[in-house]
């Protein structure tokens, strides 16, 4: 896989960079945080004039028709600026889900909605007992004539408060554990019986609880095959991994460059901080931890294409730990050598710090990952 920008993505990548750079400052993201939305309605509309929601989107419906690379680069560019809009929930989760399993019809309605901004959504899967097994759902899908009833509830969906559409996982055949049984549903946010709570997580981004009391659903709403859901919840969760990977590494460009611009002008005793030979050292490990967690966003990145299922796997584990491990020990670094005010609302490199930490528990975290591993070699 060629990762060398095209001068498409270079001509992209510009105006994304220069949209950010005069859109979100810290300050104006903070004032973003503070509206109902905790996030900005003008800012999708432009996301979609210039292509970026149907970048991963095929021409054939209204996008881009960008691949992997694309994704990665464009979240790299909201890393650095700690985008608040539900970009990963609907074109990355969402998107992804209708790509894989999609109908022709459901992708002819949905797919053209998301590209021009005028449809979001939000991926239910995780439950409260579930941790971060795939297999795990309690939610049922009960037949009712031709169509379904669902019953159950879902725990932090990500931007599920916004959502137009859900899409939502539940069991329709086997026991709570089993991986055969689950299937899909596209579900209208505003169906009888569904309710959402939606709240802030702990770095600002918007999540929900969905409870479900006897929602029903026309037998149009499966998405995929009935009973063959779990592999396109898979797929899903891969994409959300490699999407969150270079999306810290933007994260953890700013706050080198932060860190590096601190040690440069705080004086202490008559001279920059940074002539202290310990912390530079500390600061040439932060830019090797950085350039670690580079590689292993884009190993990510590349196992997308991956044919083979468990190898695909395996790298995506892989990469979801060399990351989380590099956001950690950058994150922390970051916070320390800015001393008191890097704990602070007001500076910019605590919130950073909460992005990447929440981004690590997303999706299995560090050593969820490394279990995984473990069991592949044990």
């Known amino acids: 896989m060629?990762?060398?920008?095209?001068?498409?993505?270079?001509?992209?990548?510009?105006?994304?960079?220069?949209?950010?750079?005069?859109?979100?400052?810290?300050?104006?993201?903070?004032?973003?945080?503070?509206?109902?939305?905790?996030?900005?309605?003008?800012l999708w509309s432009r996301y979609a004039e210039l292509g970026l929601l149907g970048l991963p989107i095929s021409e054939e419906h209204g996008g881009f028709g960008g691949g992997?690379?694309?994704?990665?680069?464009?979240?790299?560019?909201?890393g650095r600026h700690l985008v608040l809009e539900p970009y990963l929930a609907t074109v990355v989760l969402g998107g992804t889900a209708l790509r894989l399993a999609g109908t022709a019809a459901q992708q002819e309605e949905i797919l053209p909605a998301i590209a021009e901004g005028s449809l979001k959504l939000?991926?239910?899967?995780?439950?409260?007992?579930?941790?971060?097994?795939?297999?795990?759902?309690?939610?049922?899908?009960?037949r009712r004539g031709e169509g379904f009833v669902l019953e159950g509830a879902k725990s932090v969906v990500l931007h599920g408060d916004c959502a137009d559409r859900l899409v939502v996982s539940?069991?329709?055949?086997?026991?709570?554990?089993e991986p055969e049984g689950i299937s899909l549903f596209l579900v209208d946010a505003e169906a009888p019986g569904l309710a959402r709570r939606g709240y802030a997580l702990r770095d600002g981004t918007r999540a929900a609880e969905l409870s479900l009391s006897g929602v029903e659903l026309p037998r149009e709403a499966l998405l995929g095959p009935l009973d063959g859901g779990l592999p396109i919840v898979a797929r899903v969760v891969e994409a959300g991994i490699a999407a969150t990977a270079a999306e810290v590494i933007g994260a953890m460009e700013t706050m080198q460059a932060m860190t590096l611009d601190y040690l440069k002008t705080r004086q202490q005793f008559g001279r920059p901080i940074g002539d202290n030979q310990a912390l530079q050292h500390r600061a040439a490990e932060m830019l090797v931890a950085l350039e670690q967690?580079?590689?292993?966003?884009?190993?990510?990145?590349?196992?997308?294409?991956?044919?083979?299922?468990?190898?695909?796997?395996?790298?995506?584990?892989?990469?979801?730990?060399?990351?989380?491990?590099?956001?950690?020990?950058?994150?922390?670094?970051?916070?320390?050598?800015?001393?008191?005010?890097?704990?602070?609302?007001?500076y910019a490199v605590g919130h950073f710090f909460r992005r990447v930490m929440v981004i690590e528990h997303l999706f299995g975290?560090?050593?969820?990952?490394?279990?995984?591993?473990?069991?592949?070699?044990?």
């Not at 970051?334 to 609302?345: K, P």
């Not at 050593?367 to 070699?377: F, K």
């Open 293 to 346: 967690g580079r590689s292993m966003a884009m190993l990510a990145t590349m196992s997308l294409e991956e044919e083979d299922a468990a190898e695909r796997a395996r790298a995506i584990s892989m990469a979801k730990v060399g990351v989380g491990q590099a956001g950690r020990f950058v994150s922390q670094n970051a916070v320390q050598l800015h001393g008191g005010i890097g704990m602070t609302e007001e």
């Open 365 to 378: 975290d560090t050593a969820t990952h490394l279990d995984r591993l473990a069991d592949q070699v044990s």
């Open 68 to 78: 992997p690379v694309d994704v990665m680069l464009l979240m790299q560019a909201f």
């Open 122 to 142: 939000a991926v239910a899967h995780g439950e409260r007992q579930a941790r971060y097994d795939l297999s795990d759902v309690r939610t049922t899908a009960t």
């Open 170 to 177: 539940a069991r329709t055949a086997g026991r709570e554990d």
């Open 2 to 42: 060629d990762f060398d920008p095209t001068e498409d993505q270079r001509l992209l990548g510009d105006s994304v960079a220069r949209l950010l750079a005069s859109e979100y400052s810290f300050e104006q993201r903070k004032s973003l945080l503070g509206t109902p939305t905790g996030w900005s309605e003008r």
